[in-house]
């Protein structure tokens, strides 16, 4: 079920970001979007989307309505990579198997493309077509969620502890709040978006947002652990950036034993939330998937 699930959320999702960035002839400003479509469909795992329909379906509800929700976040992922990969940022020339935005297109057009995407997504969640099928009251609660999800309390909050934290010692607590907002917001954004999609009950959301917490910050000790004993040719970026970087990692905290088994626990709590939903196998098995995941 997993693997056909996640291809059919895959293939509407991108079919859905074909026509919200789509390519057209005449225009003068034809290279943003260029360098905003070779970010976007780069090949990523798309697992925020799925997150987003996968919440949405469990809850019995219609997944046209959350495909715009969809999108949206998978719009604002991609535009934090092309701005994380910058040289004021990580500076990472790979993503994904292929050179970084900037290496290809130069810094200032990847900071534009960036914005774009950025902005895109907003217009997503609040065309006149997203209203006419999810309301204008659902359209706005999803914005709010997104916009925090994204902001300053969210990812934006996670990028600048990251790059104040860079060659110093950490506490857990810090890396645990790190992980939380950088990694972690996007994933609880992306699992509340599909309840609010569904129409959930204030009991499921809870449980969306403790399942999304738990293997947000699963799937983070993951990357650590894979930016240690992964294959770059398989990871798709360098391997030991962080050691590069003297960044504290789960690994770096706990050793690759404990961090490892860390990860398992989360997996299982988050599998533990599910009872409150109709149809929760997918969500089960995305869980595991991410934990047993080797990029």
Same mark, same amino acid.
């Given at each position: 079920?997993?693997?056909?699930?996640? %291809?059919?959320?895959?293939?509407?999702?991108?079919?859905?970001?074909?026509?919200?960035?789509?390519?057209?002839?005449?225009?003068?400003?034809?290279?943003?979007?260029?360098?905003?479509?070779?970010?976007?469909?780069?090949?990523? $795992?798309?697992?925020? #989307?799925?997150?987003? =329909?996968?919440?949405?379906?469990?809850?019995?509800?219609?997944?046209?309505?959350?495909? #715009?929700?969809?999108?949206?976040?998978?719009?604002?992922?991609?535009?934090?990579?092309?701005?994380?990969? =910058?040289?004021?940022?990580?500076?990472?020339?790979?993503?994904?198997?292929?050179?970084?935005?900037?290496?290809?297109?130069?810094?200032? !057009?990847?900071? +534009?493309?960036?914005?774009?995407?950025?902005?895109?997504?907003?217009?997503?969640?609040?065309?006149? %077509?997203?209203?006419?099928?999810?309301?204008? /009251? !659902?359209?706005?609660?999803? *914005?709010?969620? +997104?916009? *925090?999800?994204?902001?300053?309390?969210? &990812?934006?909050?996670?990028?600048?502890?990251? &790059?104040?934290? %860079?060659?110093?010692?950490?506490?857990?607590?810090?890396?645990?709040?790190?992980?939380?907002?950088?990694?972690?917001?996007?994933?609880?954004?992306?699992?509340?978006?599909? @309840?609010?999609?569904?129409?959930?009950?204030?009991?499921?959301?809870?449980?969306?947002?403790?399942?999304?917490? @738990?293997?947000?910050?699963?799937?983070?000790?993951?990357?650590?652990?894979?930016?240690?004993?992964?294959?770059?040719?398989?990871?798709?970026?360098?391997?030991?950036?962080?050691?590069?970087?003297?960044?504290?990692?789960?690994?770096?905290?706990?050793?690759?034993? $404990?961090?490892?088994?860390?990860?398992?626990? +989360?997996?299982?709590?988050?599998?533990?939330?599910?009872?409150?939903?109709? /149809?929760?196998?997918?969500?089960?098995?995305?869980?595991? &998937?991410?934990?047993?995941?080797? /990029?």
């Amino acid at each position: 079920m997993l693997n056909k699930t996640l %291809e059919r959320y895959t293939a509407i999702t991108e079919e859905k970001l074909g026509q919200i960035v789509k390519q057209e002839s005449g225009l003068l400003q034809n290279t943003v979007f260029d360098s905003m479509r070779y970010s976007l469909f780069s090949g990523g $795992k798309r697992i925020r #989307p799925a997150l987003v =329909l996968g919440f949405c379906s469990a809850l019995g509800g219609d997944e046209k309505k959350a495909l #715009p929700f969809a999108a949206a976040i998978e719009l604002i992922h991609t535009y934090s990579l092309i701005h994380d990969d =910058l040289p004021c940022m990580d500076d990472d020339d790979m993503r994904r198997g292929r050179p970084t935005n900037h290496v290809v297109y130069g810094e200032a !057009t990847a900071v +534009l493309a960036g914005d774009g995407l950025l902005n895109r997504a907003y217009e997503a969640v609040f065309s006149e %077509e997203t209203v006419e099928l999810v309301g204008a /009251k !659902t359209a706005i609660e999803a *914005g709010r969620v +997104l916009a *925090g999800a994204a902001g300053v309390y969210g &990812m934006i909050g996670g990028q600048i502890i990251d &790059m104040e934290n %860079e060659g110093k010692e950490s506490s857990a607590e810090t890396v645990n709040r790190l992980n939380e907002l950088k990694t972690g917001a996007l994933i609880k954004a992306a699992a509340v978006m599909g @309840c609010i999609a569904a129409g959930a009950n204030e009991t499921q959301i809870k449980a969306a947002e403790l399942y999304a917490s @738990c293997i947000g910050q699963a799937f983070q000790i993951i990357d650590d652990i894979l930016d240690v004993v992964g294959d770059a040719e398989v990871f798709g970026k360098p391997i030991g950036s962080d050691a590069d970087n003297n960044k504290t990692n789960y690994v770096t905290l706990y050793g690759l034993e $404990k961090a490892r088994e860390m990860a398992f626990e +989360l997996t299982q709590k988050a599998k533990n939330t599910l009872d409150v939903f109709e /149809k929760p196998q997918f969500l089960a098995e995305l869980a595991d &998937m991410l934990y047993e995941r080797n /990029k």
